[in-house]
């Protein structure tokens, strides 16, 4: 069975600090990656989205950043932390195809002081 | 640019109740859709999807969903609310490319005793 991690589930940063989000998945190959942030009370922002190793899709310009340098592995990153970049990220993965669900990780709190 | 509307932001229900929530999409053409549950601090669980075939779908914790075709809506059921069920759902579609996902905002859930 398919299973995906996150870590590390909570982090507290101060402003202007790099970052480093790690998301793994493990039980498939080729799949989807995802990245999103739920911010409180704006629900679910997809960040990035990668259908191969090395290809990134961004959906929104910001200061974070993303790779892919393993099959089924997903970085998320950035140089210099703002105080909107805290929120509750999320991975996910999928098979590829419109028919076909999300499966997300657990979720990394990141608060950003 | 494809959309998905939830109607409330929060719902409360007395347990035993009949939980509604309701999701409309905006589409010329029927999407994939979906239902997730967010429990606090978790990441999102699928609950059922509709993609071709039978209109009335159902999911895991007693929940299903019909997809009216006529009125771009596929609302959320169950016949009786459980305290268990208080949690965060989401509504999605897909976009057509990709197998990305859009999300609605979200509607909370409440279950009083």
């Known amino acids: 069975s398919q299973t995906i991690h996150q870590w590390p589930a909570t982090l507290v940063q101060p402003v202007g600090s790099p970052l480093s989000l790690e998301c793994t998945v493990e039980g498939t190959s080729n799949p989807n990656l995802y990245w999103y942030r739920q911010a409180a009370g704006r629900g679910l922002q997809l960040l990035f989205y990668?259908?191969?190793?090395?290809?990134i899709s961004s959906e929104v310009p910001q200061n974070l950043s993303a790779s892919r340098p393993q099959d089924r592995q997903f970085i998320l990153s950035s140089k210099k932390l703002l105080l909107s970049d805290s929120g509750f990220y999320l991975c996910?993965?999928?098979?590829?195809?419109?028919?076909?669900?999300?499966?997300f990780g657990p979720g990394t709190r990141l608060t950003v002081l | 640019a494809q959309s998905v509307t939830q109607l409330g932001s929060h719902v409360s229900v007395s347990e035993g109740a009949l939980v509604l929530l309701r999701c409309n999409y905006s589409?010329?053409?029927?999407?994939?859709l979906f239902w997730y549950v967010q429990y606090p601090n978790q990441g999102l669980q699928l609950l059922l999807k509709?993609?071709?075939?039978?209109?009335l779908v159902k999911g895991i914790n007693g929940f299903e969903a019909e997809f009216k075709k006529s009125e771009t809506s596929f609302h959320l059921t169950k016949p009786s609310a459980h305290m268990s069920d208080a949690a965060e759902y989401f509504c999605?579609?897909?976009?057509?490319?990709?197998?990305?996902?859009?999300f609605g905002k979200g509607t909370k859930l409440s279950v009083k005793p």
């Open positions: 999605a579609c897909e976009d057509g490319s990709q197998g990305n996902l859009i």
């Open positions: 996910a993965w999928s098979m590829g195809g419109s028919q076909y669900e999300q499966f």
């Open positions: 509709y993609t071709t075939g039978a209109t």
């Open positions: 990668s259908v191969g190793i090395g290809q």
């Open positions: 589409s010329s053409v029927p999407p994939y």
